[in-house]
T-cell receptor, first 111, second 114 residues
């Protein structure tokens, strides 16, 4: 079992729709979770982090964390073509300083 | 504000040649430093991380090595490159305290081994 799992996609959504990206993790002791966006050929950039169960909103982005189910998600409202990118989920392995990444979900927003 | 610089941005090297990638962080002290590799179409693989000068942890045994000669400098090296070393190398930093801070990436170094 991979430590951080994501569906590779591509996930295609029409412009203006809600995109839902999902991530599961295996380390039940993990406390810190991150979402990054990576455009082709570029380095990842941080979108959001979440530490507590529930929802955290930042503009058009909402991160959701359910530690009991070991599940993190990212919702993008009013999706724009500029949101088309690969979205990476990352988890800090418990008891360490190691950030472990999933393989990413490729999102396509269709104009 | 904090910034991270990584160089060179692109390099093409023959098999068996040496490698040196450098990374420096400005605007913070005692950061945790990381090297990741991303093969084409793949996720980020943690190669090395460091919590202080001279303290290097290796995640994947291979022909690469890392050094941290100064607090905010992190170097990735190889004595002899393999074809499988091709990829996008990313340096990153985070705040040391607690290990729960955000991770920030440099712009990356794209290595092609021929």
């Amino acid at each position: 079992q991979k430590e951080v799992e994501q569906n590779s996609g591509p996930l295609s959504v029409p412009e203006g729709a809600i995109a839902s990206l999902n991530c599961t993790y295996s380390d039940r002791g993990s406390q810190s979770f991150f979402w990054y966006r990576q455009y082709s050929g570029k380095s990842p950039e941080l979108i959001m982090f979440i530490y507590s169960n529930g929802d955290k909103e930042d503009g058009r982005f909402t991160a959701q964390l359910n530690k009991a189910s070991q599940y993190v998600s990212l919702l993008i409202r009013d999706s724009q073509p500029s949101d088309s990118a690969t979205y990476l989920c990352a988890v800090i392995r418990s008891g360490t300083y190691k950030y472990i990444f999933g393989t990413g979900t490729r999102l396509k927003v269709l104009a | 504000s904090q910034t991270i610089h990584q160089w060179p941005a692109t390099l093409v090297q023959p098999v068996g040649s040496p490698l040196s990638l450098e990374c420096t962080v400005e605007g913070t002290s005692n950061p945790n430093l990381y090297w990741y590799r991303q093969a084409a179409g793949r996720g980020l693989q943690l190669l090395f991380y460091s919590v202080g000068i001279g303290q290097i942890s290796s995640e994947v045994p291979q022909n690469l090595s890392a050094s941290r000669p100064q607090d905010r400098q992190f170097i990735l090296s190889s004595k002899k490159l393999l074809l499988s070393d091709s990829g996008f190398y990313l340096c990153a930093w985070s705040v040391a305290a607690g290990g729960v801070g955000e991770l920030f990436f440099g712009e990356g170094s794209r290595l092609t081994v021929l």
